[in-house]
């Protein structure tokens, strides 16, 4: 199974002819991640997690080409004329087969960033694919629910602080951690996240695995 990161939280998984794309947004191109893709998942509706315009562009150019999304992700992309037939709405609980994928829908609510700020639907993504499996959080540090081999991180945002991502990460004791959900960062931050993420007697004993956009890691 190969994971492409292509920026901030959009990652693509490629495995024996099954490709996901998850959390194309508006931070990142999207259409690398795009390009040939079986089925997208949409974690939430907020635009760096969600690039409408892209993503209604490839269902129109790609016949075969699903979508799973809340169910403001969906209304956002019938209201720019993507085809609805082709938009499912994912609810916390759901277990589904996409190709060889198993995809397993949880989650509920977009972490908080202020009393003041409503908080909107927000689901995560488990996935199993070639014998391995990828965890995607959306915006909340919601635990996977069981075992997983490459926890995929949030590790900026104004509704989390880094202690966080240490907590969620310590607690998922998964053996990768990839993280995601980085624009706001500058090379500067980054690093202070990788010495602190990547150290092993801070936040346990996995492979941290920071990676540019492009670049993939092979299981």
């Known amino acids: 199974?190969?994971?492409?990161?292509?920026?901030?939280?959009?990652?693509?998984?490629?495995?024996?002819g099954t490709s996901l794309a998850i959390d194309p947004g508006t931070f990142a191109p999207a259409a690398p991640a795009l390009d040939s893709v079986g089925?997208?998942?949409?974690?939430?509706?907020?635009?760096?997690?969600?690039?409408?315009?892209?993503l209604t562009a490839a269902l129109h150019a790609d016949e075969e080409l699903e979508v799973l999304a809340t169910p403001a992700g969906v209304d956002a992309l019938i209201a720019s004329g993507a085809p609805a037939p082709r938009l499912h709405r994912a609810s916390p609980g759901q277990v589904l087969r996409i190709g060889e994928a198993r995809v397993m829908v949880g989650g509920g609510q977009h972490a908080a960033i202020h009393s003041r700020v409503p908080r909107i639907v927000n689901v995560t993504y488990r996935i199993e694919l070639g014998?391995?499996?990828?965890?995607?959080?959306?915006?909340?540090?919601?635990?996977p629910g069981g075992p997983v081999d490459v926890l995929l991180t949030p590790v900026a945002g104004p509704w989390m602080k880094l202690g966080e991502a240490i907590d969620y990460t310590l607690a998922a004791g998964a053996p990768y951690v990839v993280p995601v959900h980085d624009a706001l960062l500058s090379d500067v931050g980054r690093a202070v996240v990788?010495?602190?993420?990547?150290?092993?007697?801070?936040?346990?004993?996995?492979?941290?695995?920071?990676?540019?956009?492009?670049?993939?890691?092979?299981?």
């Open 131 to 143: 014998g391995r499996t990828v965890y995607h959080p959306g915006d909340s540090f919601d635990q």
């Open 194 to 219: 990788e010495r602190q993420l990547g150290n092993k007697a801070v936040a346990g004993d996995h492979a941290y695995a920071p990676l540019a956009p492009g670049e993939s890691l092979t299981l």
């Open 1 to 16: 199974m190969r994971l492409t990161f292509h920026g901030h939280a959009c990652v693509r998984l490629d495995h024996n």
């Open 39 to 54: 089925a997208v998942l949409v974690t939430h509706d907020h635009p760096d997690h969600l690039d409408v315009a892209a």
